[in-house]
Each structure stands twice: as C-alpha cells, then as structure tokens.
C-alpha cells in the first residue's frame, strides 16, 4: 500500500506540473508572447459569443469582479478584449473577444484537442471508458476538496 500511496502521489504531483508547463510553453508563441496563461484562461471563459458581463466571467473562474477588471483592463490594453456597456441596463459592462482575442482562443482550443486526441490516441477502445471514468472519479473527488476548503 505504501508503494502506492507514492506512487500516486509523484504521478498526481508531475501530472499536474507536466500539463501546466506544457500548456504554458505550447500557448505561448510568437503571436501570443505577451499573455501569459492566465489570460489565456480568461479569453477562454469570455467565450466566442457576444459577450459576457464581468460577474458571470469572474464567478466561472473562480475570481473577483475586482481581480478580473486588472486583468481585463489589460487585455483591452493588448488588444484581446472589448468592454462594452450593455444597451438593456448600463451599469452593466460586457466583455468580449476581438479578432486577436478569437485567434488567441482558437489557439487554446487546439492545444487542447490535440492533447485529447493524443492521449485517446495511446489507449485502446475499451481503456478510453475505464481511463474516462477513473478520471471522472478522480475530477469529482477535487470538486469535493475544493468545496470542503472554500468553507
């Protein structure tokens, strides 16, 4: 059982290590230099609709309306985002994508297809269910820790 509890602990730890900086390096090209990867999940919860008010972006991500208005402030700055007021109710601001900030999500949704497909890719078709739900498992007992800590 110790052996496992290693093991699972050092697979867990460099999984998440793993993606995290493969995810950095491989969204950070020469186009998108100068976003760093929290913006880039930022454009990704702002969506290629029409636009998002600022508390339904921040709540999604788990952040601040006041901590995401840094952030979009200079995501508007760069070029990625437009803040407009909405026509129905002013005090409402909505924020959406520019044609730079499309590419950029574009870009995002590649990576993470390709990274999909390539692990689908390593696994016969009865181990794509088995892999799913045990990840599905593991996905459900992190909401549950996350729950339990923001108590």
Known sequence: MENTYETLNQLLVCL???????????????????????????IEAIGM??????????????ITVGTLTIAINNLVKKGYVYRTRSTKDRRVVLISLSETGKKAY??????????????????????IQVFTKCIAGINDYFKKMKDKVSK
């Open 106 to 127: 574009k870009h995002h949704a590649r990576f993470h297809k390709k990274m999909i497909d390539d692990i689908i890719g390593l696994l016969k078709k009865d181990e």
């Open 16 to 42: 998440f290590n793993d993606i995290m900086t493969i995810e950095e390096k491989a969204l950070m090209t020469k186009e998108f230099k100068d976003i760093s990867i929290t913006d880039m999940h930022i």
């Open 49 to 62: 609709g029409e636009g998002r008010n600022m508390s339904s972006v921040a709540k999604s991500l788990e």
